[in-house]
C-alpha cells in the first residue's frame, strides 16, 4: 500500500514533510518525498494528515456487566473512528478486573477487536482501598496499568503499600483524585453554577488535596504515577512543582476539561456533568498552560458510556457521571488547542500518540521506517458535525456542534479498519 503526497508527521523525530509511506507486510518500509512503482492500493492523502495512530490510556468500554452501555466491541469501533489505534480500558466493570479470571476474560475479546486494546487492572481487590491485588501476577498477564479509577483511594496506609509494590514491579499506578470526604454532590464544580441549581458539588480541594499527597509519596518511594483527568488549576501546578522535585508523575488532561467550563451545565445539564467536575474558566486555561509546557504530558479522552435514560432522569444529582470521547477527541483539540494557537498540531499529536506509549509502555505513536503501520489520516481543516456515533452510548455535549478535523482512514499493522464512507459518498 502507497499513501501518496501527505502531510507526515512523526513526534518523534519531529518530521513534518509533505511525503509518500510506503507499507510492507503491516510495517512502514520507506519515507520519501516520492515512491515510484506499482501498488495493490494507493490511497490520496493530497491536503491530508498523516500520523501515528492515536493512543488513548483512558477508556471505559463496560464489559463485563454493563454491555448496554458500551461493549469492547463497540467501543474499539468508536476508538477507530476517532483516529484510535490503541486504548486502555479500566478497570472499573462488573466484575471489577482485580483478578486472573476476570482479566484472562476480558483479553480474550479485546484480543479479537480490529484495533490494540489493552487492559487495566485494579489497584485494591473490589475497589475497597484495602486489600492490594496480585500485581505481579496481573502485569504478567498483560495488564498495563493499575487503577481504582472512579474511586479515590482515602486509606493512607493502603496508598503507602501499594507504591511501595508498585516500585518493587516496575509498574504504573494512575489515580482518580477526588476526596470524597470534601463532595456533597459529585459531578458539579462547587461554584456560582452549581449554586444556582441548588446544588453543593466538589470544590478544588477535593482533588488538589489527593494530588498533594501522591505527588508527595511517589517523590518519597520513586514510584511512578499518573494524575487521572485532572481539572483544578492548583492540582495543575501541583504537579508541575513535583515534577521539578524530580517524581515520576505525569498528568492526563481531558478534551472536555481544556474544552468546556462549569458554564456548559446550563445548556448540557447532565451532558456536562463528569468526576472530576467541569470547573472555571481560570482552571481551564491553567490545563491549557499545562499542556503547553509538558506538565501535562497526555490527552486521554475518559470515554464514559451511559443510556440516554439514565442521563436524561428528571434529578441530574441523580444521573450518572461520564461522557464519551474517542469520537470527538481529535476535532476538539484541534478545535480548542490547535486553531486558536495554543498548542501547534504536532504538539498534540505527540500528547495523544507518542507521549501515552512511552509513559505506558505501549507500542506505537512512531512513524517511522521499520515500525508498525499504525496510522491515522485526517483533514485538520474539514468541519464535522456529530449526530450519530459508532459508540453503543450519545452521551455527550458536542452532539451536532460544528468542530473541525475529519478522520477519514484509520489503519492498524497496514490494514484499514475504517474508512469514512460518508465523506467519499458527499465527495462523490
Do not use: W
Not at 268 to 282: D, F, V, Y
Request: hydrophobic share 40%.
Amino acid at each position: 500500500m502507497l499513501i501518496r503526497a501527505g502531510r507526515v508527521i512523526d513526534p518523534l523525530s519531529g518530521f513534518d514533510q509533505i511525503a509518500d509511506v510506503l507499507i510492507k507486510n503491516g510495517k512502514i518500509v520507506k519515507i520519501a518525498k516520492k515512491i515510484e512503482g506499482d501498488f495493490d492500493q494507493v490511497i490520496d492523502a493530497k491536503g491530508l494528515v498523516v500520523s501515528p495512530g492515536l493512543i488513548d490510556m483512558h477508556v471505559h468500554f463496560r464489559q463485563p456487566g454493563m454491555t448496554h452501555k458500551e461493549t469492547i466491541e463497540s467501543g474499539s469501533m468508536a476508538a477507530a473512528r476517532g483516529g484510535f489505534t490503541s486504548v486502555i480500558a479500566m478497570a472499573n466493570t462488573k466484575p471489577v478486573i482485580d483478578n486472573p479470571h476476570t482479566l484472562k476474560e476480558v483479553l480474550l475479546i479485546m484480543q479479537k477487536q480490529d484495533i490494540k486494546v489493552y487492559s487495566a487492572a485494579a489497584i485494591s481487590k473490589n475497589f475497597g482501598g484495602k486489600e492490594l491485588t496480585d500485581m505481579k501476577t496481573l502485569k504478567e498477564m498483560g495488564a498495563k496499568v493499575f487503577t481504582d479509577d472512579g474511586v479515590g483511594l482515602d486509606n493512607q496506609d493502603f496508598i503507602k503499600k501499594a507504591m511501595k509494590k508498585a516500585k518493587e514491579l516496575d509498574l504504573v499506578l494512575s489515580f482518580h483524585e477526588e476526596d470524597k470526604s470534601f463532595i456533597k454532590n459529585p459531578g458539579f464544580n462547587k461554584g456560582k453554577i452549581a449554586e444556582s441549581l441548588g446544588i453543593d458539588g466538589a470544590p478544588n480541594v477535593s482533588e488538589d488535596v489527593m494530588v498533594a499527597r501522591d505527588g508527595a509519596l511517589a517523590l518519597h518511594y520513586g514510584t511512578k504515577i499518573d494524575i487521572q483527568h485532572i481539572s483544578s488549576a492548583n492540582s495543575v501546578e501541583l504537579v508541575r512543582a513535583y515534577k521539578k522535585m524530580g517524581a515520576n508523575i505525569f498528568a492526563e488532561a481531558t478534551p472536555h476539561h481544556f474544552s468546556l467550563t462549569e458554564e456548559a451545565i446550563i445548556e448540557h445539564k447532565a451532558l456536562a456533568k463528569m468526576n472530576p467536575p467541569l470547573r472555571t474558566e481560570k482552571d481551564r486555561l491553567a490545563i491549557i498552560r499545562g499542556l503547553q509546557d509538558d506538565t501535562i504530558e497526555v490527552i486521554a479522552t475518559d470515554h464514559a458510556p451511559h443510556t440516554d435514560e439514565e442521563k436524561n432522569i428528571k434529578d441530574i444529582r441523580k444521573a450518572p457521571s461520564g461522557i464519551i470521547g474517542l469520537e470527538t477527541a481529535l476535532s476538539l483539540a484541534i478545535t480548542n488547542l490547535v486553531r486558536p494557537g495554543y498548542l501547534t498540531l504536532k504538539e498534540v499529536i505527540k500528547k495523544m500518540s507518542y507521549n501515552p506509549a512511552r509513559l505506558i509502555g505501549l507500542e506505537g505513536g512512531i512513524l517511522q521506517e521499520g515500525y508498525p503501520a499504525d496510522l491515522v489520516i485526517f483533514d485538520e481543516d474539514r468541519l464535522v458535525k456529530y449526530s450519530k456515533f459508532k459508540s453503543k452510548s450519545s452521551n455527550s455535549p458536542f452532539k451536532d456542534k460544528l468542530l473541525f478535523g475529519l478522520v477519514l482512514y484509520t489503519l492498524v499493522d497496514g490494514k484499514i479498519i475504517y474508512r469514512n464512507e460518508d465523506y467519499y459518498e458527499e465527495e462523490k
